[in-house]
């Protein structure tokens, strides 16, 4: 299926947004989908991502292919990279309030995500080149790139560079996947750290990509659920009077020239950490076929590619994840179609 000729190889700049455990699975799978079509890690200018979308980005940018990606997800139990603190909230009451803890970023939460750090460390032990993310602080968004933090000013949409060093690829990570109020943030120098999809680039920031890069094109996955987040930076805006939220939109659209996938991953939480395998696949196989129509019905493909590509969704159509009779089958019918 791969289309060396095709549009797509226009994209410099690829972008993974939030999400959390969906963004891990769908991402690994839209990757997958965009090295079937030609487009590995070489191609990308940039590769980048918030939250748990940073997650798959940094490991990407790393070395990892798209298949040690759909492993990685399909066997990790996400549960395990965080743990309980001595917090008295219990993580069900600091995922019910939080609205609330989205706008007040407590210091503390119900779970530590130093697990997270130290399965971060064990993989990748540099800043790659390539990668960057962005977390929030009580001072604004900072950006953060090999050798180089900023200070993100919402505003005029402009970079301030702080610091001229790689801050510890664990922190940034750790930072950028911070759940306020259900977990507790990570600190880099004098900042606590928060999840990127707080600040007006939203949940998918290819917005950002443009800022960086402007007037080259971008490719961004997004796995968030829509109505919540637009509520928390809402509610954010309202309690906080944070500027970069009155003065600009809720979110910075993306430029005309960007291409965002949504996958349709349905009821799926992004907070569930203990996704059964069934839900995983579906994840998995919602990102490759969220991408594969994406690029169809924008029309990126040789005819011959597209063709290929029309026929493979129809036959991904046929998976039931749904079906407790049909799951294993259906599992196996993914697995035989997106890793053959």
């Known amino acids: 299926m791969q ?20 963004t891990i699975l769908a991402g690994a799978g839209a990757l997958k989908a965009l090295e079937e079509l030609g487009i590995s890690r070489d191609n990308w200018t940039s590769i980048g991502g918030i939250s748990g979308g940073a997650i798959v ?8 292919t798209a298949d040690e990606l759909i492993d990685l997800a399909e066997n990790l139990e996400f549960s395990s990279l965080l743990e309980r603190t001595d917090s008295k909230l219990s993580p069900v009451a600091a995922v019910l309030l939080g609205d609330l803890f989205w706008s007040l970023r407590p210091r503390n939460g119900a779970l530590s995500t130093e697990k997270l750090g130290a399965f971060i460390k064990d993989r990748v032990d540099h800043w790659p080149e390539r990668f960057w993310t962005m977390a929030v602080t009580d001072q604004g968004p900072l950006l953060f790139q090999s050798g ?25 990570i750790r930072g950028t996947c911070t759940v306020p109020g259900l977990m507790t943030p990570p600190a880099y120098r004098q900042f606590l750290l928060f999840d990127g999809v707080l600040s007006p680039y939203g949940s998918c920031p290819t917005a950002l990509a443009d800022d ?10 997004d796995a968030q659920e829509k109505k919540r987040a637009t509520c928390r930076r809402s509610l954010a805006a309202i309690l906080q009077r944070d500027p ?37 696949w579906a994840a998995i196989t919602a990102g490759y076929a969220g991408t594969l129509e994406a690029i169809l019905e924008n029309r990126l493909l040789e005819e011959s590619c597209a063709i290929a590509a029309r026929e493979k969704l129809n036959r991904l159509g046929r ?12 599992i196996d019918c993914a697995r035989a179609l997106i890793m053959p």
């Open 148 to 172: 180089m933090i900023s200070a993100i000013d919402c505003a005029s949409r402009s970079f301030k560079p702080l610091f001229q060093e790689s801050a510890p690829v664990d922190t940034a």
């Open 57 to 64: 980005a940094l490991l990407y940018a790393a070395g990892a």
């Open 3 to 22: 289309d060396e000729s095709s549009k797509i190889l226009h994209f410099k700049h690829l972008v993974l947004g939030s999400g959390g455990s969906r």
């Open 244 to 280: 970069a939220y009155l003065w600009k939109p809720l979110q910075f659209e993306p430029a005309d020239s960007s291409l965002v996938i949504n996958p349709d991953l349905g009821s799926l939480p992004g907070l569930d950490f203990k996704f059964s395998k069934a839900n995983k």
């Open 319 to 330: 998976c039931d994840f749904k079906n407790d009779l049909q799951s294993k089958s259906s």
């Open 212 to 221: 960086l890069y402007p007037g080259e094109r971008q490719l961004g996955v």
